[in-house]
């Protein structure tokens, strides 16, 4: 594994956790600020709230579809894991099947609604699909190669699967301090420069510490596949637990890159909130909503380029300990020489993890429906009535199952992107670590079996002594 040279960045560190504080503070004032404001309202002693109990069957019932659902969630992850290790080519060659017929049932639909632009879209993906599944249908071995690769690393270290689930849990408790501050800012700033400061202040803090946790989890995974891409297979010097040595260096060294990246997000995601809302209040004005529309959407392909460029840059930063700036500088060569490659890559392994989500959503929507009909088979229902409670455990069964498969997944494409990255810039140390996955990276690359390889060398041989002959 490359040495770590210090802390990079060190100035947009320390500039987060200032902006961090000043949140804290907000919070405090503006709590202070509510009580002040509400002193002189009391509360009636003959309140109607006051006798109301809590439901505690509705609440066990509840408890008990999450935790059946959280269960399937659970084993859907597992069984996809599985698959992508055992059946890596297959599995991306029947997700784009599975892509191409989404496309085609979703023209048919809305032509059959009459809605021609959505019918043309819908055909047009189903064909971007099948044209881009034949001029690259050689590149699948080398994304399968990969695919299974992650999957098996995955396996090999489980830790990396909690780390999506702890940035989760981090920014659902972000969301409400969030939600809370800037709710009480009502109190102190509700009008005025004061009030519109703080509204781009509380704007950019929501994006970039939700970018900042959830780039922290990205590094802290690639940071693992990378110490098993230099360190694993028959290397002894594989550390106990990289996950959590990796999560150490994300969250120190490289905490200070990962703020600079994110920020740069943050600021587009920004612009783009203030545009939207200058663009509501200005409605019935047909010149400014087509403007703001046109923007907001080279802004939006901007975010997705920074997004997925950051991506890679992130790899960088988990694996050389570089700085944000010096990891784009060398992303982007890498993009020249690698570019088309990680595209494919992006393409025939992105959908494989999506839909892997959507399927485990909708097994969990059916798991939830019937122990939510289980439950409330017995309860009474008037006449001419039906209950449709059990479609309500559905969707809560569906939310679950879409959450722990996208955090799974989220693993995965980093995994990839790390296994990609590393191969890209250094193939020596896969060969040096474990010569057999090394040898089946370059075929699948190459498009070619090593057989392959020599029968041509040897052609080649044979023709230059005919030709010294």
């Known amino acids: 594994m490359p040495e770590h040279s210090g802390a990079k960045d060190v100035i947009w560190a320390f500039l987060f956790i200032i902006h961090l504080i000043v949140i804290l503070g907000l919070a405090v004032y503006g709590f202070r600020s509510m009580n002040n404001a509400l002193d002189d309202q009391t509360m009636s002693s003959d309140n109607p709230l006051s006798d109301t109990s809590i439901p505690w069957k509705n609440v066990a019932r509840i408890g008990l579809v999450i935790a059946v659902c959280v269960a399937a969630g659970a084993c859907c992850a597992t069984f996809w894991l599985f698959l992508m290790r055992k059946f890596p080519k297959q599995l991306i060659i029947g997700t784009m099947i599975v892509q191409a017929v989404l496309w085609i049932a979703m023209a048919v639909y809305m032509l059959y609604l009459g809605a021609i632009l959505g019918g043309i879209i819908g055909l047009a993906g189903a064909i971007c699909t099948m044209v881009m599944w034949w001029f690259w249908r050689h590149r699948i071995p080398f994304a399968a190669a990969i695919l299974g690769t992650v999957a098996s690393v995955t396996k090999q270290f489980p830790g990396t699967i909690l780390v999506p689930f702890l940035c989760l849990f981090t920014t659902a408790g972000w969301s409400i301090l969030w939600g809370y501050t800037s709710?009480?800012?009502?109190?102190?700033?509700?009008?005025?420069?004061?009030?519109?400061?703080?509204?781009?202040?509380?704007?950019?803090?929501?994006?970039?510490?939700?970018?900042?946790?959830?780039?922290?989890?990205?590094?802290?995974?690639?940071?693992?596949?990378?110490?098993?891409?230099?360190?694993?297979?028959?290397?002894?010097?594989?550390?106990?637990?990289?996950?959590?040595?990796?999560?150490?260096?994300?969250?120190?060294?490289?905490?200070?890159?990962?703020?600079?990246?994110?920020?740069?997000?943050?600021?587009?995601?920004?612009?783009?909130?203030?545009?939207?809302?200058?663009?509501?209040?200005?409605?019935?004005?047909?010149?400014?909503?087509?403007?703001?529309?046109?923007?907001?959407?080279?802004?939006?392909?901007?975010?997705?380029?920074?997004?997925?460029?950051?991506?890679?840059?992130?790899?960088?930063?988990a694996i050389y300990g570089k700085s944000f700036c010096q990891a784009?500088?060398?992303?982007?060569?890498?993009?020249?020489?690698?570019?088309?490659?990680?595209?494919?890559?992006?393409?025939?392994?992105?959908?494989?993890?999506?839909?892997?989500a959507l399927i485990g959503a909708i097994i969990c929507f059916l798991v939830g429906a019937a122990a939510g009909a289980a439950i409330v088979a017995t309860d009474p229902?008037?006449?001419?009535?039906?209950?449709?409670?059990?479609?309500?455990?559905?969707?809560?069964g569906a939310i679950i199952g879409y959450?722990?498969?996208?955090?799974?997944?989220?693993?995965?494409?980093?995994?990839?992107?790390?296994?990609?990255?590393?191969?890209?810039?250094?193939?020596?140390?896969?060969?040096r670590n474990d010569p057999a996955l090394g040898q089946m990276f370059d075929e699948a690359y190459n498009g070619k079996s090593a057989k392959k390889q020599r029968d041509e060398f040897q052609q080649k041989q044979n023709s230059h002594g005919n030709t010294f002959n």
Not at 345 to 351: K, V
Not at 382 to 396: C, K, M, N, R, S
């Open 328 to 356: 784009a500088k060398d992303t982007w060569r890498l993009a020249q020489s690698h570019g088309i490659d990680a595209i494919i890559n992006e393409s025939f392994i992105g959908p494989t993890l999506t839909i892997g």
């Open 183 to 317: 709710a009480t800012s009502y109190y102190y700033a509700s009008s005025g420069a004061l009030g519109y400061v703080l509204y781009v202040f509380f704007l950019l803090s929501l994006y970039w510490t939700v970018e900042v946790i959830r780039n922290t989890g990205h590094t802290t995974v690639s940071g693992t596949f990378a110490t098993w891409y230099f360190m694993g297979g028959d290397n002894a010097n594989l550390p106990k637990n990289p996950t959590l040595k990796s999560g150490k260096r994300a969250l120190t060294t490289s905490f200070g890159s990962i703020c600079l990246g994110s920020f740069i997000v943050a600021a587009i995601q920004t612009v783009r909130a203030i545009l939207r809302s200058l663009a509501r209040q200005r409605s019935d004005n047909v010149a400014v909503q087509i403007i703001a529309c046109l923007v907001d959407c080279i802004l939006g392909c901007i975010e997705g380029l920074v997004r997925m460029f950051n991506k890679y840059a992130y790899v960088q930063v």
């Open 381 to 396: 229902v008037p006449a001419g009535e039906t209950d449709y409670t059990w479609v309500l455990f559905g969707l809560l």
């Open 403 to 431: 959450i722990m498969m996208l955090q799974t997944m989220l693993v995965v494409d980093s995994g990839v992107a790390t296994i990609f990255v590393c191969y890209a810039m250094d193939r020596s140390a896969l060969h």
